[in-house]
């Protein structure tokens, strides 16, 4: 079936850190990927996406880059802040549905 | 603006009342969500749907109804016979198809 495994958290860094959270994919055919993160007592929010393999998604400084051969999406950004504190969701989209990861969440120290 | 709109924000109920979360989207999207996001959790799908007058069940149904009477909105009612209704729940919009979600605020229910 389809699923979504990614990095169990909570992941802490201090700020201007580098930070990789891993997801992988497993599904059929070729879906949408996402990346969706969540603030406190928020709701979700789009971060990135890419819609084929090797499409790089960006947004505010994080990057994701579709891998089909090692069904990754990977999420990165160079240099932390103590504003990117929050929770992150991998994502796939397949049949009308998503399908979300279990979050990872992300706290960074000044 | 286009968005989601979900209300009350804050929900305390009894326990055995039945309760009406509302959703409500000026996006002209076709299809909608629920979902119940538990502390520590990821989401889990609630009800869909994809057109007026349409929905489906998703992974965790028991216990909760919906209705899609018109296009812009979708609501939850969360019976007496869901066991452990305390939780996060969100509301999505999506056009359809391999596009992505966007979601409202959230409402937090509590029931005591």
């Known amino acids: 079936g389809n699923s979504v495994t990614q990095m169990e958290g909570p992941v802490t860094l201090s700020e201007e850190a580098f930070l990789t959270i891993n997801c992988t994919y497993t599904?059929?055919?070729?879906?949408?990927l996402f990346w969706y993160v969540q603030y406190p007592g928020e709701g979700l929010q789009l971060l990135l996406k890419?819609?084929?393999?090797?499409d790089k998604g960006s947004n505010k400084g994080f990057e994701a880059t579709y891998r089909k051969e090692t069904t990754s999406f990977h999420l990165e950004k160079g240099s932390v802040q103590v504003s990117d504190s929050a929770v992150y969701f991998c994502a796939l989209n397949r049949d009308d549905k998503i399908i979300f990861g279990k979050g990872t969440r992300l706290h960074i120290l000044p | 603006d286009g968005g989601i709109t979900q209300s009350p924000k804050y929900l305390f109920r009894k326990e055995g009342q039945n309760v009406t979360l509302s959703c409500e989207q000026n996006?002209?999207?076709?299809?909608m969500y629920w979902y119940r996001q538990d502390p520590g959790q990821g989401l889990r799908l609630i009800y869909y749907?994809?057109?007026?007058?349409?929905?489906q069940k998703g992974d965790i149904a028991e216990g909760y109804s919906v209705s899609r009477e018109k296009k812009e909105s979708f609501p939850l009612t969360v019976t007496s016979a869901q066991k452990n209704p305390t939780a996060f729940y969100l509301c999505?919009?999506?056009?359809?198809?391999?596009?992505?979600?966007?979601f409202g605020p959230g409402t937090r229910l509590t029931v005591l």
């Open positions: 890419a819609t084929k393999a090797d």
């Open positions: 999505a919009s999506s056009w359809g198809g391999y596009n992505e979600q966007f």
């Open positions: 599904a059929t055919g070729y879906p949408s």
């Open positions: 996006l002209n999207h076709d299809a």
């Open positions: 749907s994809q057109i007026v007058n349409d929905f």
